[in-house]
């Protein structure tokens, strides 16, 4: 249920919602357990990925921007003119913002999980920019995308940045970009993707030597035993990142150090020494196998840019 909390801004209520939550015991009663990625972002988790972006060997945040200062105002051509921005994921609004300047939105709408820190980025973005039109959405949108009656259907642009969709499975991505398809006809999509290289970049980026990525995976535990009181001893659990190459994607996992049992209202789990609990992939896609992703989800006039090292792509297509 939809509700104001503040003059523009539209937010579940802070609890997880109830189907949330079985899926998080489902989870961790599955064998392999897994928690969806979407965990990792309660306030601190957010604030560790921010951190997570200024890593040295955190190289798609940075690769991004680049694509944005070099090719922006080819990327604005492709798009056209834009009413309304929707910013999927929107975090600290920071990559929207950059684009404020040549796309230059009436309307923008950041939708995030992490309703509280979405708040008080946009607190920031209202002073800056007082004749922009803000409407927060604190909202998961991994099953459902439901925007506002107000916002035009005219010339709406789905900014999708920072290769989100890599989390996906290839089949629930193709039905993301179809449910962002069916909300943009006449407007068109903008989303970042990482793409495949040598391991010897991509595992560094997901186990840096500052142990971010460590924190950003393990706070997951701290996050669940919050949602599901479950009594998760963060000490006796690793972080673990690997690519896998046959399946293109970055895998992350939590690894029980010692046999760990772990409790909850009504449940319980027992996992050996060396069980993981799988809580991340990030696929990272050739440009060819990402234009024919686009193609298949009904997109159309699809452009692409990249880093000077090819390391990274932002697509722009039409609905
Ligand atoms: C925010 C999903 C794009 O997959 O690179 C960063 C999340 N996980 N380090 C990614 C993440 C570990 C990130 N995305």
Redesign the pocket.
Known sequence: VLAHAAPEFLARSSQAPSSDLLELRDGLLDHPAHIDPKFLYDSLGSSL?TA?TQLPE?Y?TRCEAEIFERHGNDIARHIGPVQSMVDLGAGDCVKAERLFASLRPRHYLPIDISADYLQTAVRRLRLSYPDLRVTAIGQDFSHALALPSSVAAEQRLFFYP???I??LSPDDAHAMLQRIHAQCEGGGLLVGV?RVKPKQILEPA?DDALHL?AA?NLNLLRHVNALLDTDFNVDHWRHVALFNTSRSRIE?HLEAQRAVRVNWPGGERAFSAGERIHT?N?YKFTPQAFTDLLQSAGYRDIAHWSDSRGWFSVFSARA
């Open positions: 990925f997570i955190y798609p920072g290769s989100s890599g989390n990482d997901y990525t950003f992350m991340e990030s």
